[in-house]
């Protein structure tokens, strides 16, 4: 753990995409906390702590400045420094470089990739806007939500109904903005559906991709250049002690406001005003519900149908865990069986450990793939790429490391994702 935590040396911890303060940049500490399963993990979270997505035996992990510690002995809990990061000097990346931080492509490349796979290979490739991010609405800068349905065209094929003839795998990347593994790997995987042996399973198959779910909070990643920010909320809202922004995977309307959320704006797991209250939220589930069938009755323990199909995935970072539903509970859900068996299939290609968020981490609420499962009865799923330990663990691993570390790993994930969508349950 060690190892991973100290790539996190290289950040700034900036909390907006402006200079350091006239005070300077200040140091960061990962504290390890005694939290085991249950109980004492909840406390922790819902104390609105930066709690990182990994665990350690019955200990989780916190980020945070000098005061930190002292806040949570004061809290009842026993943190111990786990490391002591030395401030880092901002450097800005340019304007007009399509990359920060030897290599990761920027918001901007990231919307122009998208046009350009289109353009190349319009037999395959559609980009749909499905939204803008908050700033946007704002007037105040932003970006169109994108995304890019990509199938061996007939007609019919990237529409927006759920009546479409052919099943639908949806993969995302950076809902968490300083999860910038996962923006690549959604990268990696247009490149690869339009030009490798993955483009044969699209004759029956649409696969939609959204690599950047949270434009504006990227932004503030990606403002950092060579010491990208560890921002993990979207754009909306002000804290003069905290991180600007809402929390968009604890913001759905599935148990909102219930475990592992805070009502503190400076949170890092602020759950916003109310449920669904961003448009990232809002957009994302109007494409759902444009993209699947209702197969699922109202209530916890209600199945889906049999032939529900379709998958969801939401790539996250770090851990090595497929998660899927119940995250706000360790209640099972009524197809708790053919979840937990695509779960292990997809572990099983990566050395992943497989279960529910409560049973190997902690249990949130508000989390959008719960959202996806209550509200239309398609499998969903949660993936935290990367490990805890060596050179590629942590949230910012040298840019060498997607290619050889982490796409062979999430690739065989992802084809067996394809494969599963057709009849998942």
């Not at 909390?15 to 939290?35: C, M, N």
């Not at 249950?38 to 990994?54: F, I, K, M």
């Not at 690869?192 to 198959?205: H, P």
Request: hydrophobic share 35%.
């Amino acid at each position: 753990m060690r190892t991973a935590l100290a790539l996190l040396a290289c950040l700034g911890l900036l909390l907006s995409p402006a200079p350091a303060p006239a005070e300077g940049p200040q140091a960061t500490f990962v504290l390890r906390v005694p939290a085991p399963l249950g109980a004492e993990a909840q406390r922790l979270l819902g104390s609105g702590y930066d709690v990182l997505e990994q665990r350690d035996g019955a200990d989780l992990f916190v980020v945070g400045d000098a005061h930190t510690a002292d806040e949570l002995r004061s809290d009842g809990f026993r943190p111990s420094v786990e490391t002591a990061m030395p401030p880092s000097q901002w450097a800005p990346r340019s304007l007009g470089d399509a990359t920060y931080y030897g290599g990761y492509r920027t918001v901007t490349a990231h919307i122009a990739h998208l046009d350009e796979v289109a353009q190349a290979h319009p037999d395959l490739a559609t980009v749909v806007d499905y939204g803008d991010s908050w700033r946007k609405t704002q007037g105040s800068g932003g970006y169109d939500l994108k995304a890019i349905c990509i199938t061996r065209k007939t007609s019919g094929d990237c529409a927006l109904t759920p009546t479409a003839p052919k099943p639908r795998l949806f993969v995302m990347g950076q809902l968490h903005a300083r999860e910038i593994t996962t923006g690549d790997m959604a990268w990696r995987f247009i490149d690869d559906l339009v030009s490798s042996d993955l483009t044969a399973m699209l004759g029956d198959l649409e696969v939609w991709v959204v690599p950047i779910a949270n434009p504006d909070g990227v932004e503030i990643v990606e403002s950092g250049g060579d010491s990208p920010v560890l921002h993990r909320k979207n754009a909306h809202g002000d804290c003069s002690s905290g991180p600007r922004g809402v929390d968009l995977n604890r913001n759905a309307g599935s148990h909102w406001g219930e475990v592992g959320t805070s009502a503190n704006k400076c949170s890092d797991i602020y759950r916003g005003s109310r449920a669904d209250s961003e448009v990232e939220t809002q957009a994302l589930e109007s494409l759902w519900r444009k993209l699947y069938r209702d197969t699922r009755a109202p209530g916890d323990t209600a199945a889906a149908a049999a032939d529900t199909t379709g998958a969801v995935i939401s790539m996250h970072s770090y851990g090595n865990y497929v998660l899927f539903p119940w995250g706000w509970s360790t209640q099972k859900t009524g197809n708790d069986a053919a979840l937990r068996k695509m779960a292990q299939d997809m572990a099983s290609l990566s050395g992943f450990q497989a279960g529910q968020p409560g049973e190997v981490l902690y249990n949130a609420s508000g989390a959008t793939d719960d959202w996806v499962y209550e509200d239309l009865g398609v499998p969903s799923f949660v993936w935290e790429i990367g490990a805890s330990s060596g050179t590629c663990g942590g949230f910012l691993p040298p840019y060498s490391c997607q290619k050889d570390a982490h796409w062979p790993k999430v690739r065989s994930m992802l084809v067996s994702a394809m494969n599963a969508a057709h009849k998942p349950y």
